[in-house]
């Protein structure tokens, strides 16, 4: 039976590191900040500087652009946010955005001053740097119990009903990315 076009990504995503030598974020990590706006430019790099083919090149590509963090996306934006003493905040942007980018084609990652909002027809969720050492994620879990983790949002922001306080990349973990998910398919 032939396979979808998701299906067919995601296999080439769980073959990455094996057939290129590092995994989908280590392959973004250097096209995000690369400074490339176009599909083509990050293609040609990843081709001539890397020795990436062509599928692989063009796969990192287009995830580097659908992940709202190239130029052409509002990257500016997110730099700006990660930038001076909230600089070592990155990797936490970074790996929620790997993780929230496998949610749905229909996913948007909406880059704004202080923040970025995550869409699908409606704002399910926000990234914020709000601190030189924590990261808030906001989201939108109408009716969902606070936990010690999982708390009310308050003053935190009138959007969402919940924030995450986040202070290292490893606390993107399967829970808070689970309340992202049910945020996201509820929207």
Do not use: C
Not at 65 to 84: E, I
Not at 136 to 160: C, H, Q, W, Y
Request: proline share 4%; hydrophobic share 35%; glycine share 10%.
């Amino acid at each position: 039976m032939a396979q979808t076009p998701e299906q067919m990504a995601a296999s080439m995503i769980a073959n990455m590191e094996e057939k290129t030598g590092k995994d989908l974020a280590g392959w973004l990590s250097i096209t995000q900040t690369s400074g490339l706006e176009k599909h083509g430019q990050i293609v040609k790099l990843l081709k001539s500087e890397h020795g990436m083919t062509h599928g692989y090149a063009s796969m990192v590509a287009h995830e580097t652009l659908r992940a709202g963090t190239a130029p052409s996306s509002g990257g500016d934006l997110v730099d700006s946010q990660y930038s001076g003493v909230k600089e070592d905040l990155r990797p936490i942007y970074d790996a929620l955005i790997q993780q929230i980018s496998e949610f749905g084609d229909d996913l948007e990652v909406a880059p704004k001053k202080s923040y970025v909002s995550l869409r699908r027809s409606k704002q399910f969720g926000l990234i914020q740097p709000s601190t030189k050492t924590r990261v808030d994620v906001g989201i939108n879990l109408k009716g969902g119990e606070p936990t010690e983790r999982l708390e009310p949002s308050g003053s935190f922001n009138a959007m969402v009903s919940h924030r995450v306080r986040l202070t290292r990349p490893e606390e993107v973990d399967s829970e808070l990315v689970g309340w992202l998910k049910e945020a996201y398919e509820a929207s």
